[in-house]
């Protein structure tokens, strides 16, 4: 008893920091088991160390002082976790499992050893480009001049990006957006506007899809909102809550709350699934900041998903046939982590002339999971082709999703199985059955004609 208790002391002063894995938390699972069919590794392993109870048993030897912290079998699995949070959503004790295995990142962030390049590398990436959206916008311009240039087509056709390694990276990239959007640069408007919606631009919808933006911006305004975007917002910090950079994240998440704040109560709108889920937990990730705990509920409070925000409202009938066949894919974070499931399939069913197939498996992860695809390449493929045979199953020729890293997972893991199925996301499909451009003024304001339904 003694000899546990000091192993406790030992291990609690050796990796004490300001993120572990809360012990109440991890208390709350009774090891039933129901979340393993759910996990995505689990199913592709079948080992209990590759599933939530398994690492949920891991964090808490470590907390207890039975495991080091640093053991590598540790470090493995809070890695090989895809943090796609399925188990959470089918366990009957409510075990709020990504926050655990977010802090088990933290933790061992504080204290692995790791190569000078591999922290200048993560610092460069995650804090000085994901960390400005100005420098973020610089960087997808050159990824605009690259595949505008022809320089994309020529490397790839001469096989140089291949002998590189980077033809996989490659794939996944769609054609970046002409225009970034800026920040308070754009505006759209109903003609009588009954609602003010803010919304959320995020560093790679707000580069690299920003036509998607605008597409959701349109299709708000046609559904009776005044949309902007407030200056001073940045990157949600979704990808650095998942790569255990806590302090990052919180910096990104105040500079986001001081942004939306002057805004009073209006819904803070977002189209990328991986975004809002972090949006919505910034109460959770400041909870313990004297300043920001009370604010950061305040703004969590305000998110909604795009699909969730339009489901709420009076929906205007889409009335341009949309004459295709789709299958939606379930992005994790907003399955899972949001609890949203109807609203988007609700949406689509709106929409005339298009007919809506249900995919096998459609929760299950893509293997896109913010970098995971590209950290985990192995097993990422394995779920990436799942998936794909899935979609090539149904009749489809459009494969739907609310999510950029779903979306570009989806694009390379098609191209590598020789589908031909496009990847859209749901706003763009509302936006062509409204008309898209046609429907909005040359200064964002929708133009009226459209019947409001009861
Ligand atoms: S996480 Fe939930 S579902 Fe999974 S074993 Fe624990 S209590 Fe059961
Ligand atoms: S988050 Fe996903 S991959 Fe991780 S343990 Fe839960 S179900 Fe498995």
Not at 339 to 365: H, N, T, W, Y
């Amino acid at each position: 008893m003694v000899v546990a208790v000091e192993a406790d002391l030992g291990n609690l002063h050796r990796y004490a920091g300001h993120d572990q894995p809360d012990d109440d938390l991890l208390r709350t699972c009774v090891h039933c088991g129901m979340c393993l069919p759910t996990c995505p590794t689990y199913r592709l392993t079948g080992q209990e160390m590759s599933s939530p109870r398994g690492r949920l048993w891991l964090m808490k030897s470590v907390a207890d002082g039975r495991l080091d912290l640093l053991d590598p079998i540790f470090d493995e699995q809070m890695y090989q976790c895809l943090n796609c949070r399925a188990c959470e959503a089918v366990c009957p004790s409510g075990v709020h499992y990504g926050p655990l295995v977010e802090a088990a990142r933290s933790q061992l962030e504080q204290h692995r050893p790791r190569p000078f390049w591999q922290r200048a590398t993560r610092k460069v990436a995650m804090g000085w480009l994901f960390g400005d959206g100005r420098r973020l916008r610089a960087a997808v311009a050159g990824l605009r001049l690259y595949q505008r240039s022809g320089l994309a087509a020529l490397l790839r056709r001469s096989g140089a990006l291949k002998l590189a390694g980077m033809e996989e990276l490659e794939a996944m990239l769609p054609p970046v957006s002409r225009r970034s959007l800026v920040p308070g640069a754009e505006h759209w408007s109903s003609p009588e506007p009954v609602r003010a919606v803010r919304l959320f631009n995020g560093c790679v919808m707000g580069t690299v899809f920003a036509d998607t933006n605008r597409a959701a911006a349109r299709v708000m305004a046609r559904n009776g909102a005044s949309v902007d975007l407030p200056v001073g917002q940045q990157c949600c910090g979704a990808l650095h809550v998942h790569a255990g950079m806590m302090d990052e994240a919180r910096t990104l998440a105040r500079a986001n709350i001081d942004a939306f704040e002057a805004t009073g109560d209006d819904a803070i709108v977002v189209t990328a699934a991986g975004c809002g889920a972090a949006l919505k937990e910034y109460g959770y990730l400041l909870k313990d900041d004297a300043v920001y705990a009370d604010r950061a509920a305040r703004f969590s409070a305000r998110v909604r998903d795009v699909t969730e925000h339009l489901a709420e409202t009076d929906l205007v009938p889409p009335t341009v046939p949309v004459d295709r066949v789709v299958t939606y894919q379930e992005p994790c974070h907003l399955v899972h982590a949001q609890r949203i499931a109807v609203q988007p399939r609700k949406l689509l069913s709106a929409v005339p002339g298009l007919r809506l197939v249900e995919m096998r498996e459609s929760s299950l992860c893509c293997g896109s999971a913010g970098i995971y695809n590209l950290i985990r390449k192995e097993m990422a493929e394995d779920l990436g082709d799942r998936k794909v045979r899935h979609v090539m199953e149904t009749p489809a020729t459009e494969v739907v999703t609310a999510n950029p890293g779903c979306a570009m997972q989806l694009r390379a893991s098609l191209r590598r199985n020789g589908s031909r199925v496009k990847v859209r996301h749901i706003v763009e499909i509302l936006d062509e059955a409204y008309g898209g451009k046609q429907n909005i003024d040359s200064d964002g304001s929708a133009r009226a004609g459209a019947e409001r339904v009861g």
